[in-house]
């Protein structure tokens, strides 16, 4: 098709060309004012076609449906239980009754602040659980500080022990 041949109303696409009248560039592609279904205007090369089908919508509707699994959306809640049923075996349900039982704060320190799942790492001792050894939710620094015990009892004692002789002196 040539640029002369293109009407007011042509569809390519989503693309509606909204005037005739065209500019022609040095490379001999016409440049029409187009209109996408979705309503952005543009000005659009067309050299025997239009180079595009739409402004971008169409990748954005497809990319918004392959979002939506099971009907629910991929939003951060959706990722972060997918994560953890895959990192530690538990879902929505176990973690809002890991919550609920520690009235939505750390398991140690008791403040309000993002939580991590806890878990025995004498029974699984990588990142990823077998979902049978969490022990509940603890902020980022008790998490970290019970590691940085080894989860030890008998270290946790002797730090208490040492930290109350130096409030005495």
């Not at 187009?34 to 954005?60: M, N, P, W, Y």
């Not at 049923?85 to 140690?108: A, H, M, P």
Request: aromatic share 8%; net charge positive; hydrophobic share 30%.
């Amino acid at each position: 098709m040539r640029a002369v041949d293109v009407k007011a109303g042509f569809t390519h696409g989503r693309w509606t060309v909204l005037s005739s009248e065209f500019e022609r560039l040095p490379s001999g592609a016409a440049v029409f004012s187009v209109r996408c279904a979705c309503g952005t205007e543009k000005r659009l090369r067309f050299k025997g076609k239009f180079h595009s089908d739409s402004c971008g919508c169409i990748q954005r509707e497809v990319a918004s449906a392959l979002m939506t699994t099971h009907g629910r959306s991929k939003t951060t809640d959706y990722k972060k239980f997918n994560w953890l049923k895959r990192q530690y075996g538990i879902d929505e349900e176990r973690w809002n009754t890991l919550l609920t039982r520690q009235n939505g704060v750390c398991g140690i320190c008791k403040t309000e602040v993002s939580l991590h799942v806890d878990h025995d790492h004498s029974c699984c001792s990588g990142r990823t659980t077998c979902g049978e050894c969490i022990r509940g939710l603890l902020c980022q620094t008790c998490n970290q500080a019970l590691g940085f015990f080894g989860d030890s009892i008998t270290t946790m004692k002797n730090a208490i022990i040492y930290l109350e002789a130096q409030v005495l002196d």
